[in-house]
């Protein structure tokens, strides 16, 4: 009996090429791509700019930015709901980092705190009365907690 449906054209592009990354053990990794000429390039970019979650984070940054000064009251609710289906997402990744860097053991790092500037500023533009609210927050948090008070660790 023979088939009418034939798979070869769906595997014609399909290579398996093993390779031990030992820094990849733990997490390994698979990429399939149908252009195997780009191969090489796709691994130079991953291996020079970074992997491709922080290549969509730089984007989901901009996207937030772009989102951010969107009159949404003027949008259709479908795009509304688009709008909103994204910010739920964007909200379950970054709750899917920060947990992953907590059971990490990772601390706050100067990407972080950076990250938190840059929101404080933009929200001293677009929100002027909570940017004095949470800049009250934090003033109040560094007078009880002085970078050289006796609670420094890096005493």
Do not use: C
């Not at 034939?6 to 698979?30: E, L, M, Y």
């Not at 796709?42 to 992997?51: D, Q, T």
């Not at 949404?72 to 909103?84: F, G, M, N, V």
């Not at 100067?110 to 929100?127: F, H």
């Amino acid at each position: 009996m023979t088939s009418s449906f034939d798979f070869f054209p769906w595997f014609r592009n399909f290579a398996i090429s093993p390779q031990t990354d030992w820094q990849r053990f733990i997490n390994p990794q698979f990429n399939v791509t149908v252009n195997q000429g780009d191969a090489a390039i796709e691994n130079h970019v991953l291996a020079r700019v970074g992997s491709y979650g922080k290549q969509i984070g730089r984007m989901q940054e901009v996207l937030d930015l772009l989102i951010e000064r969107l009159p949404e009251a003027e949008l259709s609710p479908s795009r509304q709901r688009t709008i909103a289906r994204y910010r739920e997402m964007r909200e379950g990744v970054e709750a899917a980092v920060a947990d992953a860097k907590r059971e990490r053991g990772d601390a706050v790092d100067g990407v972080d705190v950076g990250r938190w500037l840059d929101e404080l500023g933009a929200l001293r533009v677009d929100d002027p009365a909570r940017f004095r609210r949470e800049s009250d927050r934090l003033r109040e948090f560094l007078e009880r907690n002085p970078p050289d008070g006796p609670n420094d660790p890096a005493r």
